[in-house]
């Protein structure tokens, strides 16, 4: 609850600094990558997983072993392209979000949860996979689902 | 600069401990005055967000109370030398605003400062303000 209250509080304060929502989305995500870059250690040092040879291993890997692990939840995970390189993770349930009812009207292209693109886009990049991660649908804007989507781009040069 | 800083900390404390008291606090009977509220805020506060007590608790009976952590979890990742002195209060800003978050909730107007003399030792100290 402290977690989920403090990253409220944290939005908000952002709110209040930046006027536009995408200054916003551009700041968690932000603030994410730099989490995300020193949380791989932990996450790496916590799970033991063995090094993922696809980047199907890596996406289910990611939501099955690291959410629960941080967030306490499993959403599950779909390929999206026949490339093999594009997939999508959906929440059914997204903790972040448990004390929020809906978006103020004047913050509808907020993207509350951006953090954890950030995050997941800098652990991926420490493993040496770059990687696009943004929200696709968001049920806090009204869409039946909260979706995040992982494209993989080519594996950056060891 | 850092100034603004460590008041946005403590506002974004202050947010987060209105809504942890909120919750902590529905299902617990009437405190009897202000001290047993202290001492909520010493033990049980304490342990759901620290996970642990505050270590001694002083107060002169007149409206101020210190609130001394022997090792505060926000500090303990950093070394115990002198380096990160001058950072400890922005670390502790936060808290600082949680602790009057959760009394203004409370009912208790305060105001909340910390020092920190050695690392991870720190003092929490509240000034009740009568309103």
């Known amino acids: 609850e402290l977690f989920v209250l403090t990253y409220g509080a944290l939005v908000a304060q952002l709110c209040k600094d930046y006027e536009k929502d995408e200054d916003v989305n551009t700041c968690l995500d932000r603030m994410g990558y730099g989490i995300g870059v020193r949380l791989i250690d932990d996450f790496l040092a916590r799970s033991a997983v063995r090094k993922c040879r696809s980047y199907s291993e890596t996406a289910d890997t990611i939501a099955q072993v690291a959410f629960k692990m941080y967030l306490g939840v499993t959403p599950s995970v779909s390929c999206s392209s026949a490339a093999g390189n594009e997939f999508s993770l959906i929440l059914d349930k997204n903790p972040l979000v448990d004390f929020v009812e809906e978006l103020p009207a004047e913050r509808a292209s907020l993207c509350y949860c951006n953090l954890l693109c950030g995050v997941i886009r800098g652990a991926l990049e420490m493993v040496h996979l770059a990687a696009e991660v943004t929200f696709l649908q968001d049920r806090l804007k009204g869409d039946a689902v909260t979706e995040i989507g992982i494209t993989f781009l080519r594996k950056a040069e060891d | 600069e850092n100034g603004r800083c460590t008041t946005k900390l403590e506002s974004m404390g202050f947010r987060v401990g209105q809504g942890l ?67 400890a209060p922005k670390y502790l800003a936060f808290t600082c ?29 509240v000034m009740i303000q009568k309103m």
């Open chain 2, 21 to 87: 008291i909120e919750r902590f606090t529905k299902d617990t009977t009437r405190f009897k005055d202000e001290l047993d509220i202290m001492k909520f805020i010493c033990k049980d506060f304490w342990t759901t967000v620290f996970k642990k007590q505050i270590d001694n608790l002083r107060t002169n009976h007149q409206g101020i109370y210190v609130l001394q952590d022997n090792k505060f979890r926000l500090l303990t990742q950093m070394s115990a030398g002198k380096q990160y002195l001058e950072h």
């Open chain 2, 97 to 125: 605003g949680l602790i009057r978050g959760g009394l203004s909730n409370l009912g208790i107007k305060s105001i909340v400062t910390a020092e920190v003399s050695s690392m991870p030792a720190c003092k929490f100290q």
